[in-house]
């Protein structure tokens, strides 16, 4: 409730991709200017916004799903609002990260957010080859066309046996949490057309 008194108070609303920013809006009859920053656009689209800040006006940060800066743009944006002493208000609402993490049935007094693994494969093995020796359980992302080559590398570094977690569209109405080994969730997803945005959570070591 308190974002939606947000994005209609507020005079521009700053959204990763025109297309899905009107479409929000839309859904609860919010009509406002749109400025599109994303990773094409990010240092032109936050000038732009700077000075729509700098002459008063009061802009909302959103994104085409979960939170912004949170493995999405807007960072660069922030930064300079901080900069040049602008009031930044950060807003609770949908994230995968701690959802995930929830519901993966792991000990997570402690974790490593990993993020984005590297798209080319003796890079991501480089990378995973580095988390084997983490004890705490690890959070990792991707696009969703990686899942597959993702998983195939996790098990082949981790090992087939080393449990997983794998949270689908997270806070969605098709939300899909998928637990086992590394092997058990190969056999599944490539049985099973799944997709969507996803996290996996790797067991930590015992």
Known sequence: MRALRILKDVDIVVCEERKEGARLLSHYDIQKPLIPLNEHNESAASAVTLEELKNGKNVALISDCGTPLFSDPGTLLVKKAIHTNIKIVPLPGASSLLPALIVSGF????????????????????????????????????????????????????????????????????????????????????????????????????
């Open 107 to 206: 000990d997570i007094k402690q974790f490593l957010f990993y993020g984005f693994l590297s798209p080319k494969r003796e890079h991501r093995i480089i990378e995973l080859l580095q988390l084997k020796k983490e004890h705490r359980s690890i959070v990792l992302m991707d696009t969703p066309y990686r899942l597959m080559q993702v998983l195939r590398d996790v098990s082949e570094v981790f090992g087939a046996s080393r449990k997983l977690s794998v949270a689908f569209n997270v806070t969605m109405p098709d939300e899909e949490i998928v637990r086992g080994t590394s092997a058990d969730l190969l056999n599944y997803f490539s049985k099973n057309n799944s997709k969507g945005e996803y996290v996996i959570v790797v067991e930590n070591l015992k």
